[in-house]
């Protein structure tokens, strides 16, 4: 890469204070008419970007993006921004659903992170393995991970890494069927996010929260805590975020009479899904919707939501939940 236009030293600037304020929307819509050569003219401007694109939950722009800058950043060996690199690659081909991808990322990341006593970095590595083992079912694997992050973090003060490993623990314990202490987790989360004042996580927790207590039989609270959910990542322009809070909107009124607008939950949360590439959600809004179908006696079509929800869960390398699907279908074909 050449020497930088003025334009170009003026975006990087304009970017940098938008991105101490986490002002993710403002970057987002500052580069929206931007082409990517004119992006990758710095790695740090096409860094900043796909930071704001995978907060946005735009994730296959912004793999292109933080490629680019990863790949730029080893050649000038740039350590300290390769680490932050290779963090946001793995983070969005997670998303993507690329585990292996996102492992080889986590793995070097880590390794680098320990050559360069870079406590923060060795803390969001273990952190971000946490959650593959947690998706491929690996429950105790990614409870370890997770909790071996907190005295990194605690180490160097890094308050917003608490804030996520408790809400990956918080995904855990809820899918072991420890409620009581998945919503501590949330909880937790939810405190710390509010303090540093991210109101992204801070709305991923309240959603967390709210899952817990519709599973708990509480729709009340669960449906309010999730409309807020949702007006908070709609403010914030997170397509992703909106589709979980509406998949669990979806699910709160799929047990009450108005099962049609209940449809319409699903619906939208999914077109959101398919529109950014996320198996993983878009899994499990399928199999969300599935138990919709069979309240309604609509057999087949929840036996095709749960088949393609399988087949996404086996795509992902997430064993544990593609056998849920699969005795779930297993028992509707015998009734």
Do not use: C
Not at 296 to 312: F, G, P, S, V
């Amino acid at each position: 890469m050449g020497a930088l236009s003025r334009d170009a030293v003026a975006l990087k600037a304009e970017l940098e204070q938008l991105v101490e304020d986490r002002r993710w929307g403002d970057i987002r819509d500052r580069a929206a008419d931007l082409s990517d050569s004119e992006l990758t003219a710095d790695p740090k401007v096409a860094y900043h970007v796909a930071e704001s694109l995978f907060y946005s939950g735009k994730m296959e722009r912004a793999l292109n993006l933080v490629l680019v800058a990863e790949a730029e950043f080893r050649s000038r060996h740039d350590r300290l921004n390769l680490l932050q690199a290779l963090n946001l690659a793995g983070a969005v081909e997670f998303e993507l659903g690329d585990l292996n991808g996102a492992e080889r990322r986590f793995s070097d990341l880590l390794e680098l992170a320990r050559e360069s006593d870079n406590d923060e970095m060795i803390g969001r590595a273990t952190n971000n393995l946490g959650a593959i083992a947690s998706l491929r079912g690996k429950d105790e694997e990614a409870l370890s991970l997770f909790r071996l992050s907190i005295p990194v973090y605690q180490k160097v003060g890094f308050l917003a890494g608490l804030a996520q490993t408790d809400h990956n623990l918080g995904i855990v314990y809820r899918d072991l069927g420890d409620w009581r202490e998945a919503e501590r987790h949330y909880r937790n989360a939810q405190r710390r996010a509010r303090q540093l004042g991210d109101r992204r996580l801070t709305a991923m927790a309240r959603a967390g929260r709210a899952e817990i207590a519709y599973l708990r039989g509480d729709r009340v609270y669960a449906a309010v805590e999730a409309r807020h959910a949702l007006e908070a990542f709609e403010e914030l322009g997170d397509e992703l975020g909106r589709a979980e809070a509406l998949k669990l909107l979806g699910s709160i009124v799929g047990l009450e009479p108005d099962r049609e607008l209940a449809e319409r939950y699903f619906e939208d949360a999914l077109k959101l899904t398919r529109d950014n590439a996320n198996p993983l959600l878009e899994a499990e809004i399928l199999e969300e919707r599935a138990r919709l179908h069979v309240a309604e006696d609509r057999t087949a079509l929840a036996k095709a939501d749960l088949e393609a929800a399988a087949a996404n869960y086996r795509r992902l390398g997430a064993v544990g939940r593609e056998k849920s699907v699969q005795d779930e279908i297993e028992r509707l074909a015998h009734n």
